[in-house]
């Protein structure tokens, strides 16, 4: 906000329809995930007085606030046959997807469970390195430093 303000934005060499794409995508994943987590922990049944409707209130805040992101994340969007930035393209929203996805993964293991059984620690190795690729890709792009990789990027989101 401050960098829009004070109009110091153009100064960053970022790629800044890539990181709002990128950005609206993350919020609407997190509202989304708040609004299911919230009722589903805290709104106990039966539910009456003023404490449940505080909490209705907020869950029903949240949802509206989910769809304003997703509605953003939809408008921000590149359309068929524009030149635009990665990120807001469907590939681009499904990176940032992947990561968030990874993210959630990894803050619900538990780390007793997680070292005794060995399968366990193979899965979450290779899901790591898929993950530190998925982020190198969306810091590459929000970077604009994706001519810096030898190969194409449609190659390395093959692999």
């Known amino acids: 906000l401050l960098l829009e303000l004070l109009e110091l934005y153009p100064l960053l060499p970022l790629s800044w329809d890539d990181f709002t794409s990128a950005f609206s995508m993350l919020a609407a994943l997190m509202v989304f995930t708040s609004s299911v987590v919230f009722p589903a922990t805290f709104i106990q049944s039966p539910c009456s007085g003023s404490l449940c409707a505080r909490q209705a209130v907020a869950t029903t805040a949240s949802c509206l606030c989910f769809v304003a992101y997703a509605l953003e994340v939809s408008l921000t969007r590149a359309k068929p046959g524009d030149i635009s930035s990665f990120l807001s393209t ?46 190198l890709i969306i810091i590459f792009t929000i970077g604009r430093c994706l001519a810096y990789i030898p190969c194409q990027l449609e190659k390395v989101l093959v692999g």
Request: negative net charge; proline residues 2%; glycine residues 4%.
């Open 90 to 135: 469907v590939p681009g929203l499904l990176k940032v997807f992947e990561a968030y996805v990874a993210c959630l993964i990894f803050s619900l293991l538990d780390m007793r469970e997680y070292t005794k059984e060995s399968g366990l620690m193979w899965c979450v190795a290779v899901y790591s390195i898929c993950f530190i690729f998925t982020l």
